[in-house]
């Protein structure tokens, strides 16, 4: 199966103070295949967030190559980033990100307007996610009404609206119990095998290996060799 997201060879630099060059990736190369789940992990300082920022066409890489969704990003063409991170990428935050003032079912909406959907298609399709993550009871409820659980279902919901073929999760259990965490990532994996989305899950919880396929680890912005999730 052909991957829906590919790195090769990509390193990432940053200059800090009078110019010193800090390297935070060194030639990570990794792919995701439509219905796959992948776990990376990695300590603090490991390169995990400047990765999942590249793969998410937040950033670009220094050097390498990164195909999203059969679309080559380009350093010199940061424009393009944007209209590609719509189309193609949903994300789930380890915040949250609901807006305080929108109720569920409009927090999932807001985010189809962005990607260009409107009026009753993106009503429909926002009903559609909220059910899939049986929130339906809760659609007009306000973020403060909602459990972090819930919540993060909501984050969950808006991410799948729209269907974009690539899923990013940042650390999505960090704010839940681990009983509540855990029945999040079994929903999250079982959405996503459904919906034949490719799920990377960036974490500290050794609960995403449950649900992953795979499980990769980074170190000093190298990625480790790959296996089966135990």
Known sequence: MKPVLEADSVSKDFREGRGDVVSVLRGVSLSLSR???????????????????ILGCILTASSGRVVVDGEEISADRPARLPAIRRKSIGFVFQQFNLFPSLTALENVEYALNVKG????????????????VGLSDRRDFLPRDLSGGQKQRIAIAR????????????????????????????????LAKKEDRALLIVTHDPKVRTV???VLRIQDGRLAAEGLAA
């Not at 219905?35 to 920022?53: A, D, F, H, M, N």
């Not at 009503?123 to 899939?132: N, S, T």
């Not at 073929?165 to 259990?173: Q, V």
């Not at 960090?174 to 929903?187: K, R, W």
Request: a negative charge; glycine letters at 12%; charged letters at 25%.
């Open 212 to 214: 992953a396929d795979r």
């Open 159 to 190: 991410a799948l609206a729209g269907k974009s073929p690539i899923l990013l999760a940042d650390e999505p259990t960090a704010n839940l119990d681990s009983q509540i965490g855990g029945q999040v990532l079994e929903m999250f994996r079982a």
């Open 117 to 132: 959907e409107k009026g009753a298609a993106a009503l429909r399709e926002a009903e559609r996610v909220i059910d899939a």
């Open 35 to 53: 219905g796959e789940i992948v776990s990376l992990e990695g300590p603090s300082g490991s390169g995990k967030t400047t990765l999942l920022s």
